[in-house]
């Protein structure tokens, strides 16, 4: 096999007196040619830069146009003018074993010229050849014995495994991270792992907590009915990732969800699904940037470049003493590399396939996007907390006032309520908790609260966008300062629509507020919206040691059992909420409930 490393590179050095040698303008040569190869594998790959058409002129005749490619050992193929040649003069045609061959395009070079060397003697030849010749050559291969084009393969899909047995493996590929709002495919290949294997049925319900399908529901439903191939089969699904970005994020199936038939036998699934991906904020272009490089030289070189360029693939109709061409095709079999003194007539032919721009000259432009300051979302309340100074000693009736308050809703009508602040022992959460009483304290005896009883009063200051609170003592206190929580609401003003009508009429709900669990096991709850378009959600639980819960809302039940409550609400309205909730059980007892 012929040497085509080309690292490391090595150059003359040049000094006074140097003795050059033959070997030493080999070396000049091998460096500057070695170079311009690496350069072309590096930066264009292998494959055809133009021309080299390949026809067939009659039932045993081809002939190759004239072209340029480069092999994937980055060298150089000229092919100055057309070539005609029977099919069986080709090199490779004798070794054919198949009626289906692909015809490739070869590098070789030749020594030329002749001349007469004054050193023969000493080496028995008289003569020695002048030039190297960098020609072409044309050989044939049966198809199915090419080794395949393997690139480095990058770190770019994430992969999982939906159901695997001993006849079926089914697994689920898509990019590992998606760029935000983006369309992306997920791929199913079905393997079908031994010949006897009956069609297979399968139908899941996967659940996406970053992303949607077409509907905008975040549950895929896959249904592979009757899938039998030959060997695999892919089929695709496009879902269009979530607008705000997520770390990680987590496409998962319960083994209840998947169902699977082999022939007219139901057949177990056994494990979960899940498949991890995540949305970032990058453009696709990017990411895959980003992948194709991921590959070092060292995962490169391991590869190895291949030492012909395919030109096309022919399938032959042999007998005994002869053979006939039956059928010449090149899609898919050759490979172009694209070069920026193509790029503009790319662009040009690339138009008849893409919709003129719709700010093109003598056109209206749509503004079919709401513009920033349409698109920015007045907040339509505001919490925070302030401290009311008190005296020494102050007594019973007595009043103190905050410093004024800037609530940051802005000028306009805005309701304030105030509210005494504190932490005390929760025998349910086994922590301190912070609780809010807004009224009389002296209302909740049982409460034990350490805080000053007192009643309050708020002064909005509507134009200045600001509020001073009051409190009148109901009772003697040494405290220092009065801790209060406030929340304020804005409401509409003289012939503005309410921000909270706004509202009326929209919600949220679980679409499984109820779900049953064994520990550690994993769910993600999705919702419905009423009367509004999609948003984003957060998730929290409400009690301390009742599980996880990503931000995307996949929860995660905790080692033991008891029932948890997750509040789910909108991210940018707090106030449209509602609640789920996991029963969780140990795996055992689960399974003998479902029995």
Not at 564 to 591: G, Q
Request: aromatic fraction near 8%; charged fraction near 25%.
């Amino acid at each position: 096999m012929e040497n085509n490393q080309m690292l490391p590179f090595e150059r003359n050095r040049y000094y006074v007196g140097k003795l050059l040698t033959s070997a030493d303008f080999q070396a000049e040569q091998t460096y500057n040619t070695h170079k311009r190869r690496f350069l072309n594998e590096m930066m264009f790959g292998s494959g055809i830069v133009c021309g080299l058409g390949v026809y067939s002129l009659d039932d045993l005749s081809i002939m190759v146009d004239s072209g340029v490619a480069v092999d994937g050992c980055g060298r150089e193929i000229a092919v100055e003018s057309p070539v005609v040649r029977k099919l069986s003069a080709v090199e490779g045609f004798e070794e054919l074993q198949t009626e289906r061959v692909t015809l490739c395009l070869k590098y070789q070079e030749e020594d030329v010229h002749p001349v007469y060397t004054v050193r023969g003697q000493e080496s028995g030849e008289s003569y020695e050849c002048n030039r190297v010749r960098e020609g072409w050559q044309l050989v044939l291969r049966d198809s199915e014995a090419l080794p395949p084009v393997c690139p480095p393969e990058p770190e770019f899909l994430a992969t999982a495994v939906l159901y695997e047995d001993d006849d079926y493996a089914v697994t689920c590929a898509m990019p590992a991270q998606s760029p935000c709002g983006a369309s992306v495919r997920l791929e199913v290949k079905v393997s079908r792992l031994r010949e006897t294997a009956e069609p297979l049925t399968l139908k899941a319900a996967v659940q996406m907590p970053a992303f949607t399908d077409e509907n905008g529901g975040h549950e895929l439903h896959l249904e592979l009915l009757d899938v039998c191939p030959e060997k695999e089969a892919t089929l695709s699904w496009y879902i269009r990732a979530q607008s705000t970005p997520v770390q990680e994020s987590v496409m998962l199936a319960d083994d209840r969800n998947i169902q699977v038939r082999v022939g007219g036998d139901e057949r177990p699934v056994g494990e979960n699904f899940a498949l991890r991906v995540a949305v970032v904020e990058a453009t696709a272009a990017q990411i895959v940037d980003q992948a194709a490089a991921s590959a070092s030289l060292e995962m490169r070189n391991a590869v190895g470049g291949q030492d012909y360029v395919p030109l096309a693939e022919i399938a032959l109709q042999r007998t005994r003493n002869a053979y006939l061409i039956e059928e010449l095709h090149t899609t898919g079999v050759r490979q172009y590399i694209r070069t920026t003194a193509s790029a503009a007539l790319r662009q040009e032919l690339e138009e008849w396939f893409h919709p003129a721009s719709a700010a093109s000259a003598g056109s209206p432009m749509v503004q079919s996007a709401a513009s920033p300051a349409e698109r920015r979302v007045e907040p339509i309340y505001a919490t925070g907390v302030c401290e009311i100074p008190l005296g020494a000693n102050m007594r019973r009736g007595q009043v103190a006032y905050s410093d004024e308050i800037v609530h940051g809703l802005g000028a306009g009508t805005v309701f304030v309520s105030v509210g005494a602040e504190y932490l005390a022992d929760d025998p349910k959460l086994g922590s301190s908790a912070r609780n809010t009483i807004y009224g009389n304290v002296s209302l909740f005896p049982q409460e034990q609260a350490p805080t000053v009883a007192a009643e309050t009063a708020v002064k909005v200051m509507n134009d200045r966008g600001s509020f001073v609170v009051a409190a009148r003592l109901l009772e003697d206190s040494s405290q220092v300062v009065l801790p209060l929580r406030w929340v304020a609401v804005s409401l509409p003003g003289s012939g503005e629509e309410s921000k909270i009508q706004k509202l009326s009429g929209k919600s949220i709900a679980a679409i499984q507020p109820t779900v049953v669990l064994a520990t550690r096991e994993s769910h993600f709850f999705n919702v419905r919206f009423n009367n509004m378009e999609p948003c984003t959600l957060t998730y929290e639980l409400t009690e301390k040691d009742s599980g996880e819960i990503s931000s995307d809302g996949i929860y995660t039940a905790p080692g033991r059992e008891g029932v948890f409550e997750i509040r789910i609400s909108c991210a940018e309205f707090p106030l449209i909420s509602t609640y789920a909730y996991a029963v969780v059980k140990k795996r055992d007892a689960r399974e003998d409930e479902n029995a």
